[in-house]
């Protein structure tokens, strides 16, 4: 697009920032950080277990509707949407829109102890909880932005679709930005989708690290260690597979990783055991490279357990029987990258240059996987300030300097409904 090219883009920004009511959403950002942190100490305080992230979808869709945001509803797995109309456009507009999008969940299981402590530190807030920077700040970064936009009534080209979305951590896939992309509401009308995430002004995620988890599975007869000795063995083979597949050679570039993450089986130290199971996950940047790591996974298991089968076949009457596997696929997020000039980047390096700002790009495995691996102009940033020790209970946030992320997010934001208008 010619208008988004790098020169045009910073004139455009620029227009954007001028404007009065963006102004008045500037105003109000920096006269509430108190509002913002005494929300995110709250937010904190609900648990958000993957799969059980009812309660905040609750508490986010209630904060949605004391805005004034529209068409507010809480989808099947717990997503929560609103929009931020287009005023110009009837409410009932088919065209394009921008997604903002900030996930609700945590690493952390319904049992942890969330006693989220407030403090002053430095001129700025301090915020520690598990989970007060990953997703807190995102959310939180989330909700001020559509509350400045709507308060100040900032001129839209294209109505802004507001998503509070589940699964993102962990074994949750993506599931929630997954499901909303499955939406035929909205199928073929998301012309960019920005992810918050965490904190931080500096960097945007922009290349979709993909990875592929698989549980494996090897059962057998089992059987007493003296009586039943010769039966096959699921732990021996499952241990010679996974160090066969330890030594799969794995390339620097493009960056791939392959990790054994947990291993269980057996009954007792004089038992055979009758199962084990492993899981195991592959990352890449390079989708052929993932795929060639499963096939190695399915060769490895496949020959251990051939092997395993055959010594026991040999041994001959003593065996009860022999080892069968299933190998299931429990997490899929797409490898991708941003093109260097799609015109979410040219606008993101104007706000940035318009605010004198450092754009550094990176590598993750973000809710942004998904619409980049689809082609939707679309990245992962922070949504301002400080943190520390994620995925840990010692987990911190600092607002320090919120207020900069806000209005860098505010302004891409901004621009991309005028991007998105003109498509
Ligand atoms: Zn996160």
Known sequence: MAIFSRSTAFTRVTAIAAQRAVHAAFAWMHNNPKTLIDRQAEL??????????????????????EIGLTGIHTDAVCNVIGIIPARHLPADSTGPVVVLSAHLDTVFPAATPLRPTLSRDNGANRLAAPGACDNAAGVIGMLALAQALVQSKVKLAAPIVVLGNVGEEGEGDLRGVRHFYEQPALAGRIAAHIVLDGAGADSAVTQALGSLRFQVTINGPGGHSFTDAGTPNPIAAMASALATLARTPLPEKPSTTLNLG????????????????????????????????????????EDAV???????????????????FAIKR?????????????????????????????????????????????????????????????HTLAEWYSDKDRETALRRILLLAVAMTEWAAEQ
């Open 44 to 65: 904190v305080a609900i648990p958000a277990p993957p799969f059980g992230e009812e309660a905040r979808s609750n508490w986010l869709a209630a904060r949605f509707t």
């Open 262 to 301: 947990t291993i269980r089986g057996g009954t007792s130290v004089n038992s055979i055991p009758e199962s084990a199971t492993a899981s195991v996950d592959f990352r890449s940047t390079s989708s052929d490279e993932l795929l060639r790591l499963e096939v190695a996974l399915h060769r490895a298991v």
């Open 306 to 324: 051939d092997q395993t089968n055959a010594i026991a076949k040999h041994l001959g009457s003593r065996s009860r029987g022999s080892l069968t």
């Open 330 to 390: 429990i997490g899929d997020r797409p490898a991708a990258q941003l093109a260097n000039d799609s015109p979410i980047l040219e606008a993101l390096r104007a706000v940035d240059r318009h605010l004198g700002i450092q754009t550094d790009l990176r590598l993750g495995s973000t809710d942004a996987n998904i619409p980049i691996a689809l082609g939707i102009p679309a990245l992962s940033m922070g949504a301002g300030g400080d943190g520390g020790g994620a």
